[in-house]
């Protein structure tokens, strides 16, 4: 198999298990919402979510992308088994540590997100699923390793109908709070069962390595600090939120935030099939000028869909919401192009890992999350929650910035300059969007249009390409 096709095939499919995956939670938030009309109750769900977020990152220790990196090194089956099981033997470790941390402190932790012990009882029940769900990313991964598609497409129906099939009864018949809780772990318990059932065989402490361990906790550990500041950037808005406005505010950006969410169905399609392709293909001659076309393709993907869809959304909050969620329109431009930079990071950043120079991935996010809280806190009192999201979106765009420079100077990555003004572009139009255009539908489209117009003429080049290549596809 070729490797465009590889790449492509795995990006299609991973796509479309996204696409099922995610589509689902987006088409049952309006059904949600209007069950739940309290925003304040969807605010309190979701930074119970926000704190499972954040102590995965301790939980998982980056061994999962360690994992990935190692099974590749060797290809015989005793090797694998021993990364595997390794990994897990760690992780089992850190988990339960993790979790017992969170029990532990359960009030403080209330107290923190709530300035209030009220929630206690439900910060300890996330102490048990960061622990399990932790496990379940290291369980699940031979299944990614292996590069076996159809079972996460099959997943990826299962495992939100689950969810949704217990949270829905729950909080008509019980208690909204309670079912949108209990929603989520039923999920991570049942994904676990479900992992274990398949790639049990790949797990045995009998193969664990204290070597192998070792070494993939020295590539894992400098990604730890990674993962703690992709919380930033996705959570601890939602915390400063909280605490500098109320949950309330809080609960109509986590709906917004997760209407932006359907820009994950690019993002999953990449994430799903970036990694099996990046290091199967790492030793390649070629491979710096094959991972700058990714990054710049990629970029272009990101730009062009976030043109056509932002003068859309205003009118598509008030179709699917009613009340003041239909306020989440304002944070759904800027979230919904953020995952879509971290494509671009990861594409980059990828070439660190390779080398097993992953610090500068930590030292370029440290700086873009960084910048993300102190915009929070400027923000957020000026612009509310949209603030919030205009500080995400920057915090991102610098860290992108900083690795692509990082690659560029190592000789990792090339960068040409109609990409660079494709990006520029993008600024502008984000600018204009929010001094000039006033969020109309006419104006907003006529601008989209313009932008996306300019970029596919700096790439008419490659689209004759891509059309000719469609016209032989057809022809055969």
Same mark, same amino acid.
């Given at each position: 198999?070729?490797?465009?096709?590889l790449f492509?095939?795995?990006?299609?499919?991973?796509?479309?298990t996204?696409?099922?995956?995610?589509?689902?939670?987006?088409?049952?938030?309006?059904?949600?919402?209007?069950?739940?009309?309290?925003?304040?109750?969807?605010?309190?769900s979701?930074l119970?979510?926000?704190?499972?977020s954040?102590?995965?990152?301790?939980?998982?220790?980056?061994m999962?992308?360690?994992?990935?990196?190692?099974?590749?090194d060797?290809?015989?089956?005793?090797?694998?088994?021993?990364?595997?099981?390794?990994?897990?033997?760690?992780?089992a470790?850190?988990s339960?540590?993790?979790?017992?941390?969170?029990?532990?402190?359960?009030?403080?932790?209330?107290?923190?997100?709530?300035?209030?012990?009220?929630?206690?009882? %439900?910060?300890?029940?996330?102490?048990v699923?960061?622990?399990?769900?932790?496990?379940?990313?290291i369980?699940?991964?031979?299944t990614?390793?292996?590069?076996?598609?159809?079972?996460?497409?099959?997943l990826?129906v299962?495992?939100?109908?689950?969810?949704? @099939?217990?949270?829905?009864?729950?909080?008509?018949?019980?208690?909204p +709070?309670?079912?949108?809780?209990?929603?989520?772990?039923?999920?991570?318990?049942?994904?676990?069962?479900?992992? &274990?059932?398949?790639?049990g065989? &790949?797990?045995?402490? *009998?193969?664990?390595? *204290?070597?192998?361990?070792?070494?993939?906790?020295?590539?894992?550990?400098p990604?730890?600090?990674?993962?703690?500041?992709? &919380?930033?950037?996705?959570?601890?808005?939602?915390?400063?939120?909280?605490n500098?406005l109320d949950?309330s505010?809080?609960?109509?950006?986590?709906? @917004?935030?997760?209407?932006?969410?359907?820009?994950?169905?690019?993002?999953?399609?990449?994430a799903?099939?970036?990694?099996?392709?990046?290091?199967?293909?790492?030793?390649?001659?070629?491979?710096?000028q094959?991972?700058?076309k990714?990054?710049?393709?990629?970029?272009?993907?990101?730009?062009?869909?976030?043109?056509?869809?932002?003068? &859309?959304?205003?009118?598509?909050?008030?179709?699917?919401?009613?009340?003041?969620?239909?306020?989440?329109?304002q944070?759904?431009?800027?979230?919904? +192009?953020?995952?879509?930079?971290?494509m671009?990071?990861?594409?980059?950043?990828?070439?660190?890992?390779?080398?097993?120079?992953?610090? %500068?991935?930590?030292?370029?996010?440290?700086?873009?999350?960084?910048?993300?809280?102190?915009?929070?806190?400027?923000?957020?009192p000026?612009?509310?929650?949209?603030?919030?999201?205009?500080?995400?979106?920057t915090?991102?765009?610098?860290?992108?910035?900083?690795?692509a420079?990082?690659?560029?100077?190592?000789?990792?990555?090339?960068?040409?300059?109609?990409?660079i003004?494709?990006?520029?572009i993008?600024t502008?139009?984000?600018?204009?969007?929010?001094l000039?255009?006033?969020?109309?539908?006419l104006? %907003?489209?006529?601008?989209?249009?313009?932008?996306?117009?300019?970029?596919?003429?700096?790439?008419r080049?490659?689209?004759?390409?891509?059309?000719? *290549?469609?016209?032989?596809? *057809?022809?055969?």
């Amino acid at each position: 198999m070729s490797r465009a096709r590889l790449f492509v095939e795995n990006f299609l499919v991973y796509g479309m298990t996204g696409i099922i995956g995610k589509a689902i939670p987006v088409v049952m938030v309006p059904i949600i919402t209007r069950l739940i009309p309290d925003t304040s109750i969807y605010g309190v769900s979701d930074l119970l979510h926000v704190l499972v977020s954040f102590g995965s990152a301790f939980a998982v220790l980056g061994m999962y992308d360690a994992m990935f990196r190692m099974f590749f090194d060797d290809d015989t089956q005793e090797h694998k088994l021993k990364v595997c099981s390794s990994a897990l033997s760690v992780v089992a470790l850190s988990s339960t540590i993790t979790g017992a941390i969170v029990i532990l402190f359960s009030k403080s932790l209330s107290r923190l997100l709530f300035t209030t012990d009220v929630y206690q009882i %439900w910060v300890m029940l996330m102490g048990v699923q960061i622990a399990l769900g932790a496990l379940d990313s290291i369980i699940a991964a031979p299944t990614r390793m292996q590069n076996k598609r159809k079972v996460y497409v099959v997943l990826s129906v299962v495992t939100p109908l689950i969810s949704y @099939g217990i949270s829905v009864p729950l909080i008509l018949f019980v208690d909204p +709070l309670f079912g949108l809780i209990m929603g989520g772990f039923a999920s991570v318990v049942s994904k676990l069962f479900i992992f &274990w059932v398949l790639n049990g065989k &790949w797990f045995s402490f *009998r193969f664990a390595d *204290r070597r192998l361990a070792l070494e993939m906790f020295k590539i894992g550990l400098p990604l730890m600090p990674t993962f703690l500041i992709y &919380w930033v950037f996705n959570s601890f808005d939602r915390v400063m939120i909280s605490n500098m406005l109320d949950t309330s505010q809080n609960g109509i950006y986590a709906v @917004g935030a997760k209407v932006a969410s359907i820009s994950q169905l690019i993002y999953s399609g990449f994430a799903g099939g970036w990694q099996y392709f990046a290091f199967s293909t790492m030793k390649d001659k070629d491979q710096v000028q094959l991972t700058s076309k990714v990054f710049e393709y990629l970029g272009i993907i990101s730009f062009v869909a976030t043109f056509l869809i932002m003068p &859309w959304l205003p009118l598509l909050f008030k179709i699917l919401f009613t009340g003041d969620y239909i306020l989440g329109y304002q944070v759904a431009p800027y979230l919904f +192009l953020s995952p879509l930079l971290l494509m671009l990071f990861q594409t980059s950043g990828n070439q660190l890992l390779v080398i097993k120079r992953s610090y %500068w991935v930590t030292i370029s996010l440290v700086i873009g999350a960084g910048l993300n809280v102190l915009l929070n806190y400027l923000m957020i009192p000026v612009l509310g929650i949209e603030g919030a999201s205009i500080a995400t979106l920057t915090g991102y765009s610098c860290s992108v910035v900083i690795m692509a420079v990082i690659t560029i100077k190592m000789k990792l990555l090339k960068v040409r300059r109609r990409f660079i003004l494709s990006a520029v572009i993008t600024t502008l139009f984000f600018v204009m969007s929010k001094l000039f255009l006033n969020k109309t539908l006419l104006p %907003w489209f006529a601008a989209s249009l313009l932008s996306v117009g300019i970029i596919l003429f700096l790439y008419r080049e490659e689209l004759k390409k891509l059309k000719g *290549r469609t016209k032989r596809g *057809r022809s055969v």
